[in-house]
């Protein structure tokens, strides 16, 4: 069972330019659809035509997709159709200025609305003074002043009339009015009164009672005739004040008499101004600057921090659209709590801080209302309470504001509570897998209120119509970043990259993120080549450059197997050692090495011994690799006798954890070697899983590790005979550098794909490995006839060890 070579053909798929119509993206149009990701993109554009409530959208995906920037572009031009959402407001609560109520405006007109509004007060600030200081309105009020001072001396003369006919006077003391005896018209005193005979100061006492009670009853007459004078004041003030902002509040609500909202607004404004119509009968602060300079007194600079009255019937803007052109697509880089609810901001006032409802200021959701949001679900989850606050309004469909110190509990003091407002949106959260699996688990919520999962794919279909879209990407990202444009043996080359990122011939890897930046980078490369159009060339510099600046660790490694601190043979044959190779992934970088695998076995019933395992540096899919492979070699080799064998495998000079089964086949491979005493060639490395039938299963990382290996052989010297055995099914996989393909071409180096285990042993051994006769019994001369022998005689000395000849010679006999 010989195995074959691949050819140079098979390394590496190469993107053809002939197939493109253009000679550089510079003649190229605008890409209109998203690349490769059908199954995402008709999940979202479901979630988005979903009217049922929780239909939000969940989009993962691998790091460097591009789901943000495709997202946003995708919803941008699904909202170009949609409808313009309205604007919000909050208002005044008159009744409880720690209620603000939020009102709807028009989506065009909020912005108009707000400045009619503020219009509108600064007419009522300049008028309405004037009104009160009109020559109509002193008439009135002075008319009202003499009925009132008439009929006040009226009262007052008749009481002292009664008064004097029994002998007392009405005298005004800074104590209020009382009542004094009198004597030929003189207020006696205190000492003259005293000194009346008994019978007049009787006379003059029995009448006292009566005039006292009198006095009181013309007080009441006289204190009611000063309230009803009050109230005509204030009626004049009133209808003043009504006649006076009437016209104003009509012609907006003749304007505006579609809304509502508004006109509830504007009604109740009107009421409240003239319910406390004494506040304007002055002018606002700003006019009496000079007045409040002259103010004298300690607290005399408190006045000019005193508010206009006219201040508390503003309009809070806190959501305008009428400059969207459709519905609101809005992405929030730093999804606080405040940031996506919204906040209630205060200000300082003599040490103490102050609010109002001018204050709210409108958050995320308020901005994305009737729209869509974007949101990161890590930086989501990061911030205290955001993911509580958001699912409360999405569950509950409407905004409202609520302090994060009420939220935690830490403060119970008196602060807003602002009205809410109805909530419409559709959001987009774009995260890792694993979060979403993690929130699915343990969130009920989360599977209530992100119904759609949009499952962006790592790859896609290497076909003319992608390769297409490609070439359009890269348009694109020319035209956005002012660029060199491509050739299109360039943009082959980009293909190729791409094929290459997801290590399959059929595949182009749709990390458009990290595509981006090799466009980016190679367009700077062709400028420093003076270069009009970036080549493959600069491509390919690019893509040179970017591993320069990571694999310094790479280099290191190499230079120490060449200096033969680290043990790897790339020549000759050895028993029971083979060359395996593994992936070092450093986050940015990864690479393929070659590591030592030795066997030993010996006599005994321990098993195969995973040395890893027993030091406690392999991890559980390495562990159950290494258990297969007894699996292995009982069904192959112990059908006729007990595998009684101890053995060991070892990961030579490894100081780090070790994990993956991918090494499996090439310890299984030493272990032969060794049961069958036939040396392995080190010019030959092996990768790939086995299972217990003997099958060789595909592994991850196949490309970088033939590189890493031939990178091994190239620095210690390529002989024509090293190469690397892979999986058959990773064929497929193989996108080769352009210098791997050369040598194999040229038969410096070689890979052989396999099928199974015999057909990896007879390339290792140059001995063919020897299927099963008929009679059980291998061909001699084979491998496995080799190890069977050898598996047989362990058996067979375990068996009569510690015994005595005689009882040999009888266990023979018998």
Not at 678 to 704: C, D, F, H, M, Y
Request: with cysteine; aromatic share 8%; hydrophobic share 35%.
């Amino acid at each position: 069972m010989t195995a074959r070579e691949l050819q140079p053909e098979e390394l590496r798929r190469t993107c053809d330019p002939n197939q493109f119509s253009f000679r550089s993206t510079a003649e190229l149009t605008e890409l209109s659809e998203i690349i490769g990701q059908e199954r995402a993109t008709r999940a979202i554009d479901f979630g988005i035509e979903m009217p049922c409530q929780g239909y939000n959208i969940y989009a993962l995906g691998p790091a460097g997709s591009g789901r943000a920037t495709v997202i946003k572009e995708f919803l941008q031009r699904k909202a170009e159709s949609g409808t313009r959402p309205d604007s919000w407001a909050y208002v005044n609560n008159f009744d409880d200025q720690y209620q603000p109520l939020a009102v709807r405006l028009p989506a065009d007109q909020g912005c108009a609305i707000r400045d009619e509004v503020d219009a509108l007060l600064e007419d009522l600030e300049e008028e309405l003074p004037r009104a009160f200081e009109s020559e109509q309105y002193q008439e009135h009020y002075n008319a009202i002043g003499r009925d009132l001072d008439e009929a006040r001396t009226a009262k007052f003369k008749s009481l002292e009339a009664r008064m004097i006919e029994r002998g007392f006077a009405l005298l005004r003391t800074p104590m209020g009015l009382v009542i004094a005896p009198v004597l030929d018209g003189e207020v006696l005193s205190r000492e003259q009164y005293d000194q009346l005979p008994p019978e007049t100061k009787s006379e003059l006492e029995k009448h006292r009672p009566q005039l006292q009670g009198e006095l009181e009853k013309t007080l009441r007459e006289v204190r009611l005739l000063e309230r009803e004078a009050k109230n005509r004041l204030r009626k004049v003030d009133q209808e003043t004040a009504a006649f006076t902002i009437g016209h104003h509040f009509e012609d907006l609500r003749t304007k505006h008499a579609d809304e509502a909202g508004l006109i509830q607004f504007l009604d109740t404004v009107q009421e409240d101004i003239l319910a406390k119509v004494e506040q304007f009968k002055s002018g606002s602060p700003s006019r009496e600057a000079g007045a409040s300079a002259k103010e004298e007194g300690p607290f005399a600079f408190m006045s000019r921090f005193r508010r206009s009255p006219f201040e508390n019937y503003r309009i809070n803007l806190a959501v305008d659209n009428s400059g969207a052109t459709g519905a609101p697509v809005v992405q929030e880089a730093n999804p606080t709590y405040h940031n996506l609810i919204g906040r209630i901001e205060h200000r300082a006032e003599f040490g103490t801080l102050v609010t109002d409802y001018s204050a709210i200021k409108a958050g995320a959701l308020h901005r994305a209302n009737g729209g869509y949001l974007i949101i990161d679900a890590l930086d989501l989850l990061r911030n205290p309470l955001a993911w509580e606050g958001l699912k409360r309004a999405l569950r509950n469909r409407e905004i409202k504001i609520e302090e994060l110190a009420q939220q935690l509990g830490i403060v119970a003091t008196a602060t807003l509570a602002p009205g809410p407002i109805p909530l419409d949106v559709k959001v987009v959260l774009i995260g890792d897998p694993n979060t979403y699996y993690m929130l699915y688990a343990l969130d009920e919520d989360f599977q209530e209120l992100f119904k759609v999962k949009a499952d962006f794919a790592a790859d896609m279909d290497w076909s003319p119509e992608n390769i297409e879209k490609v070439a359009l990407f890269v348009h694109d990202r020319c035209q956005e970043g002012e660029l060199k444009h491509f050739e299109l043996t360039a943009v082959a080359k980009v293909v190729e990259y791409a094929s290459r990122m997801v290590e399959d011939q059929e595949k182009i890897s749709t990390r458009f993120g990290l595509i981006q930046d090799i466009i980016h980078e190679a367009s700077y490369w062709a400028g420093c080549n003076g270069h009009e159009l970036v080549t493959p060339e600069d491509v390919q510099q690019a893509v040179n450059e970017k591993v320069y600046r990571a694999n310094q660790i790479e280099e290191r490694l190499r230079d120490q197997i060449d200096e033969g601190v680290i043990m790897v043979d790339t020549e000759g044959e050895v028993l029971g050692q083979v060359n395996g190779l593994s992936i070092l992934n450093l986050g940015d970088y990864y690479f393929g090495r070659p590591s030592r695998i030795t066997a030993q076995t010996f006599m005994g019933r321990a098993g195969v011994i995973n040395i890893e395992r027993e030091a406690k540096m392999s991890g559980n899919i390495h562990d159950k690799g290494v258990m297969i492979l007894s699996g292995y070699l009982g069904g192959k080799y112990a059908q006729d006798k007990p595998l009684n064998l101890s053995a060991s495998i070892c990961f030579e000079q490894s100081y780090g954890a070790v994990d993956g089964d991918s090494a499996s086949s090439t310890e299984l491979y030493a272990m032969l070697s060794r049961l069958s005493g036939l040396p392995i060639k080190q010019g030959i490395a092996v990768t790939g899983s086995v299972n217990q039938r003997g099958e060789v299963q595909a592994v991850g990382g196949v490309t970088k590790k033939v590189e890493g290996f031939y990178d091994v052989c190239r620095i210690k010297g390529l002989s024509g005979d090293q190469g690397v055995i892979i999986p058959e099914q990773n064929v497929k996989n193989l996108m080769l550098r352009e210098d791997v393909v050369e040598a194999v071409r040229e038969g410096k180096f070689h890979v052989y794909p396999v099928k199974t285990v015999d057909e990896g042993i007879t390339v290792l051994t140059g001995r063919e490995a020897g299927e099963r006769q008929e009679d059980g019994a291998y061909p001699e001369g084979t491998v496995n006839h080799s190890v069977d022998e050898q598996l047989k005689g362990l058996a067979i000395r375990l068996k009569d060890f510690g015994k005595g000849e005689d009882q040999k010679e009888k266990d023979e006999e018998s």
